[in-house]
């Protein structure tokens, strides 16, 4: 903690800041030392204990970014198979703004923006996040406005980078009918680093958000990312998360379903192996009629990995005629695995319809003889069972040529 | 005033008090309270070394408070930790010296101590306060060498057992509520059943707390030699009193090779007035260890009584191919709060768990099902089914999951549901097509709900839940 001090010092002197920003940063900074890393005696940390985990993989962290030399973008990053506007951070700094194939009165992308949160969070990371992050970016899609080409955000370190915090906060607004696309891509060639990325969404009326978040590249960094989503009446939100190449990885998304008929959807791939612990938490919290929200989750676990589902529906006693639904399931590959899950209920009306269910085990082995009787080796019918379990997830994607460039980077054939 | 208390007791027909003249210690929790109680057990000096040690750590133990329902603290200086009825200074020697008073007690709890009175043939261990009072059919059990008696008793007289069996499921080393319950157990009973014997009876404690201010503090052990069978009931009811008194007991099963246990609890403490007024705090800690191969321990519960109810009575399945069970129903109607589950510890090979937990909550209440699933990693081809269910009635109230699954073995599987709804209008319009009330198409719908958990209960104890089912949800709808 002696270094987050000293960092935090040099990040209030040597950005320019208003009174405002310093009092906010110092609040965040205090509840931050306090409490330090999240460890297992958090209940929300329960099978993730990050405080650990940096000091093993990472040791001291470096939480002071300098500002970097203008770096190039690595072209073979970019995903040329579909059109897109892009953000392009390197080491969290924003080096390119691409919305060349929208309206540009109907889009905007502000930089410098204040970095105030009305509330205090009670998440020591997020107070990390705000005492660090420099000033804070907006995104606004206006009034009416239905995206036409998705946006990917890029998110890349480079190789010199190493044993450093980057902290990244970005607020979307979608206003009434409006519809927004993003992937978020990680690509790291720096290794041993923590990555904290806090979005804020504020979804009105009849908007659509769908985020998807691409894990997909080996690398060994420890990561966190959380979503804040707030829902207006008949907004929809599609958020699905691709966990497979991080050392350590939890994606958190809060959800407050607070208009009528909104809905919220999850769906999760873990696809892990060789010793990596990733997690989704999700609380979707429905506070008004007539609200529902769907989870699914999947893991393959390989080769000492483990991975985490805490899920949570939370329905207010207002909130009648709700469809809660989760559900998690995992296929242990072999004995040196680990799966967990709390899929939580906390439910305070009486005509809703809320489920959970949460399945693990192994492989089935009738289903792989069913196969090799056909002609299949033992390999092949692994990989034929394994995909067919992930595919389910990914078919929940509602944009077609999203859901194909997905396929795709998780190397599975079109057929599926 | 007489008819006052008539009318409160129409709820809560248990809610009596009997006028006795007690035998207290003196208040407060400290050593010299401690020496009291060992001392007028007149127990060896092992013990009384052990319930120091468990004194000490409970000095350094913190209240644990993460659980949903939350209470006021409870100052445990202001407690009574030993009371008994003042004629048990001498313990009688029969039925035939006990006061009149306490055998009227237990007729009106409609538990006849008395051999002959009793058609159903359950021995009984009644505990009034601190103490054991009477045993039942100890002489029919003495034949088979089935050891059935208070704790007390056994200190005494089978000093041997005690000493290799008590701790060694819930050590002096475990949470609060546990550690202070070793420190300061007054009574509770005692179980031995001989390798291969088979139980020929339902053995069945009653508890009883009277005495205002104190807090009951039973421990009860049952240990199943080799190939042995034992069920087990246990009954509990307290006096309406304004106040809310605290009930922290200790259970201890060990199941050895091919033995098995079933302990079926029927729990209707005093849950409080309508306003959440007194009630029961049932803080138990109950535990069952499959010690040995292919050894069997099944929990099943009825909770409708208690102001708060929390326990999670579980099973740790050490013995390869061994099988735990958690049956449980829990009501919650007014203001009273349940956070009860089970863990499923999975230590051996081939070790198998089933779960079926209903919860049922009305008025203001609220429940919560909180439950672990631990499959370790050398616990192959173990197997876990868990299902939970929750009915809500009107949306004052809540009903919460929270159940924790923790799978490191490849080759076992968990499976987990959990389903949340409230009753249809279509069943409920169903019955009152056909004649019947709201109230008693409620209760059958609710029976049916809780009729995979019923039918796992003793014969006379599951006639006895149905109807308490119905009586607990009595002014819910409508």
Redesign the interface.
């Known amino acids: 903690m002696e270094n987050f001090k000293t960092d935090f010092e040099k990040t209030l002197k040597n950005n320019n800041l208003s009174d405002k920003e310093i009092a906010f940063k110092n609040l965040n900074a205090k509840e931050f030392s306090s409490h330090g890393f999240p460890n297992r005696k958090d209940e929300d940390w329960k099978f993730s204990d990050i405080n650990q985990i940096i000091k093993k993989e990472i040791g001291e962290l470096n939480f002071y970014s300098e500002q970097l030399k203008k770096s190039e973008i690595d072209k073979n990053i970019l995903l040329n198979e579909i059109e897109h506007n892009k953000l392009f951070f390197i080491n969290g700094q924003l080096v390119q703004i691409d919305f060349n194939s929208e309206d540009k009165d109907k889009i905007e992308f502000l930089t410098n923006q204040n970095n105030i949160d009305e509330k205090l969070a009670d998440n020591s990371l997020i107070n990390l996040n705000n005492a660090l992050s420099n000033k804070s970016y907006k995104l606004l899609v206006k009034k009416n406005y239905q995206i036409k080409k998705p946006l990917i955000i890029y998110h890349t370190t480079n190789s010199v980078l190493t044993s450093q915090n980057i902290n990244l906060k970005i607020n979307f607004e979608l206003e009434e009918n409006s519809t927004l696309k993003l992937i978020d891509l990680v690509k790291d060639e720096g290794n041993k680093n923590f990555i904290n990325i806090f979005y804020n969404f504020s979804l009105e009326k009849n908007s659509i958000l769908k985020n998807y978040k691409i894990d997909q590249f080996e690398n060994e960094n420890i990561r966190y990312m959380f979503n804040n989503i707030k829902q207006s009446s008949n907004s929809v939100s599609e958020t699905f998360y691709l966990s497979k190449g991080s050392t350590f990885s939890k994606n958190e998304i809060f959800c407050d379903l607070k208009g009528e008929h909104s809905s919220a959807f999850v769906n999760g791939i873990f696809s892990l192996d060789k010793s990596k612990h990733h997690e989704i938490k999700t609380k979707i919290n429905h506070f008004v009629e007539n609200t529902k929200s769907y989870q699914l989750v999947k893991s393959v676990l390989e080769n000492k990995s483990r991975s985490v589902y805490q899920g949570k529906i939370y329905v207010d006693s207002k909130a009648q005629k709700t469809d809660g639904y989760q559900l998690s399931k995992a296929i242990l590959v072999d004995d040196t695995t680990e799966f967990n899950a709390k899929p939580e209920l906390e439910i305070y009306a009486d005509d809703v319809k809320c489920s959970h269910g949460s399945a693990s085990g192994s492989l089935d082995e009738n289903s792989i003889f069913y196969l090799m009787s056909r002609g299949l080796s033992y390999k092949e019918a692994r990989e034929l069972l394994i995909n067919g379990f992930l595919v389910e997830v990914i078919n929940q994607i509602t944009d077609e040529p999203i859901k194909k460039l997905i396929k795709n980077l998780y190397g599975l054939k079109n057929e599926y | 005033m007489r008819e006052k208390e008539l009318e409160k007791l129409k709820d809560y027909k248990y809610g009596f008090s009997t006028d006795i003249e007690n035998f207290k210690a003196p208040k407060g929790l400290n050593e010299d309270v401690i020496k009291f109680i060992s001392n007028i057990k007149k127990e060896p000096k092992w013990l009384l070394d052990w319930r120091l040690k468990a004194y000490n750590r409970v000095k350094v133990l913190k209240e644990p408070n993460?659980q949903k329902p939350k209470y006021p603290k409870i100052d445990y200086q202001d407690l009574y930790y030993y009371s008994a009825p003042k004629s048990f200074k001498e313990k009688p020697k029969s039925l035939d010296e006990l006061d009149p008073k306490l055998i009227e007690t237990y007729n009106k709890l409609g538990i006849p101590l008395n051999e002959q009175k009793r058609l159903n043939g359950i021995a009984v261990d009644a505990v009034f306060d601190s103490v054991s009072v009477a045993t039942t059919f100890k002489d029919t059990l003495t034949e088979k060498g089935i050891i059935f008696c208070s704790i007390s008793e056994a200190i005494q007289k089978h000093p041997d057992l005690v000493k290799k069996y008590l701790g060694s499921v819930i050590p002096i080393t475990d949470h609060y509520f546990a550690t202070l319950n070793s420190a300061v157990f007054t009574d509770g009973s005692f179980v031995y059943i001989p390798p291969g014997v088979k139980c020929p009876m339902e053995l069945s404690t009653y508890f009883r707390i009277n005495a205002s201010d104190t807090g009951q503090f039973e421990r009860t052990l049952i240990i199943a030699d080799k190939g042995s069978y034992v069920s087990y009931l246990e009954g509990c009811t307290a006096p309406m009193r304004d106040e809310n008194q605290l009930h922290a007991a200790n259970v201890e099963l060990i199941a050895l090779d091919d033995a098995e246990i079933k302990y079926s609890t029927v729990q209707n403490w005093y849950p409080g007035d309508k306003d959440g007024k007194g009630g029961i705090y049932n803080f138990v800690t109950k535990r069952g260890l499959c010690k040995g191969k292919n050894s069997k321990i099944s929990w099943t519960q009825v909770e409708t009584g208690s102001a708060i109810t929390w326990k999670y009575p579980s099973c740790i399945l050490q013995g390869d191919n061994s099988v735990g069970e958690f049956y449980s129903i829990a009501i919650t109607n007014n203001h009273q709060k349940a956070d009860t589950g089970t863990k499923m510890i999975h230590l051996g090979k081939n070790t198998k768990s089933k779960i079926i937990s209903k919860g049922i909550s009305a008025g203001f209440s609220d429940m919560t099902y909180r439950g672990l699933v631990d499959i370790s990693?050398k616990s192959m081809n173990s197997s876990n089914y868990t299902q939970c269910d929750?009915l809500?009635?009107?949306?004052?109230?809540?009903?919460?999951?929270?159940?924790?699954?923790?799978?490191?073995?490849?080759?076992?599987?968990?499976?987990?549901?959990?389903?949340?709804?409230?009753i249809s209008d279509e069943q409920l319009h169903y019955c009152q097509q056909r004649g019947l009330n709201s109230e008693e198409a409620v209760s059958l719908i609710v029976n049916g709900f809780c009729k995979e958990v019923l039918q796992q209960l003793p014969m006379e104890f599951a006639v006895e839940a149905q109807k308490l089912v119905g009586i607990s949800l009595e002014g819910s709808v409508g």
């Open positions: 993460w990693p929750s809500l009635m009107g949306n004052k109230c809540g009903a919460h999951t929270i159940p924790y699954i923790k799978n490191k073995n490849a080759n076992s599987n968990i499976a987990h549901e959990a389903t949340t709804s409230k």
